[in-house]
């Protein structure tokens, strides 16, 4: 891991993906959903003190009269003004408008936390690389179904499109 880059909140969003009920309560690893949720809560509790935008990305499944239990973002999760995004894929970008809603904010930068690393996460993150984003993982603020899984995300494919840092050294500049 590197050191964080010190980040503009008026430039800057974080994205967290799939932190649902039903989501968070799957073994993972390496680390628990609820460890992951108790970090992304601390950043997006970081983000909104700082004036800076919070995307909570869920997912539902197409074609379905009824989502399945536990569909819905872990409750408290959501803050005011915060921008929920609902998928069908397995990134956020295709069909979502985020990208447009990303962009009337001015945002340049993306903050990464959630679940699945290798899955929602590295989709949305390659999407948002190829969108000209620049990106940040937060390590500690994500897991996967298995460890070698969220190492391989980790450790190859994210330092190679952005940075990767735990949640104790991401740095916004004051507001």
């Known amino acids: 891991m590197t050191a964080a880059p010190v980040l503009d909140p008026q430039r800057t969003a974080l994205v967290l993906v799939d932190l649902m009920e ?3 309560a799957l073994p993972l690893e390496p680390r628990k959903g609820t460890e992951v949720l108790a970090s992304a809560q601390e950043l997006a ?4 003190t700082a004036g800076a935008p919070v995307v909570l990305v869920r ?8 989502q399945p239990p536990g569909s819905g973002l872990v ?5 005011p003004g915060d921008l929920e995004v609902v998928k069908r894929t ?3 970008f295709q069909g979502t408008g985020l990208d447009e809603h990303l962009r009337e904010r001015g945002v340049t930068t993306l903050v990464f936390g959630g679940i699945a690393t290798n899955l929602g996460v590295e989709s949305t993150a390659r999407a ?10 937060v390590e500690d603020a994500m897991a996967a179904f298995t460890a070698a899984e969220h ?9 190679r499109l952005g940075t ?4 104790a050294g991401v740095r916004l500049t004051p507001a």
């Open 151 to 159: 190492e391989a995300s980790v450790r190859l494919d994210f330092p």
């Open 128 to 137: 948002a690389a190829d969108l000209g984003y620049e990106l940040v993982f």
């Open 22 to 24: 039903r989501i968070v």
């Open 164 to 167: 990767v840092v735990t949640a």
């Open 59 to 66: 997912v539902e499944r197409p074609s379905v009269a009824e």
């Open 75 to 79: 409750p408290g999760l959501a803050g």
């Open 90 to 92: 397995i990134g956020a």
């Open 45 to 48: 509790h970081t983000f909104r």
